[in-house]
């Protein structure tokens, strides 16, 4: 991770996760930024580093309860429907393998809404940093039985008609041929 003014800081590697320790290179973040997590699990490496000497506003959400440590303040529910978040606030969001999941296979465009939600939420200029462990290259809307274990397959076409077009530029993505086809993401609010 890079916080700006201050360097780069290593994350400590989850083991076997690929997906998440190319993600948290790839994360720039500012002292003091205001950063949202969604569908957060306890990933309390990258948390540690993003609340201790990067100084950052930790919110992390789930659909399902996952115990956050008191210092983060986590909103429980579908992130796609999370209308009470406050807008603009954001300056970073994180996702780490959680929204081709959304919508459980029968909610299709829960992941069009997340995306708007995200927009919503990140204040201009704001980045929203992802990832998928599957991607392309052929799309498929939803893989496996109607829960939360089924998942999307985006290509790039779709990954951008759904996700980007409508609120993004992007600022950097990256095709890794680690752990399937891992992809990490940059997107930028405008
Ligand atoms: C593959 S897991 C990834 C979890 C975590 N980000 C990680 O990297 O270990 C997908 C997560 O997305 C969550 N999720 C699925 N639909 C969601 C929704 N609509 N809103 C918020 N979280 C959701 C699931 O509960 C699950 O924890």
Redesign the pocket.
Known sequence: MLIEGVGRREIPKVKD?H??NLLAEMLVVRPGDKVF?????N?WALHDVLEGEAGCELWT????D?HPRPSERFVF??????DDLPAAYFDRVI????LH????GIDTD?DVR?AAQVARILKPGGEWFLSFNNFGPEYRPWNGPPD??G?RTYNWREFERRIVQPHFVVVERELHPVGGNTFTCRLRKP
């Open positions: 996760d997906e998440a997590e969604i569908g957060v699990e990933r959400n789930n659909i399902i996952q529910g579908d992130f796609s429907r999370a996702d780490v393998s959680a999941h959304f919508g459980a829960a997340a939360y274990d998942c």
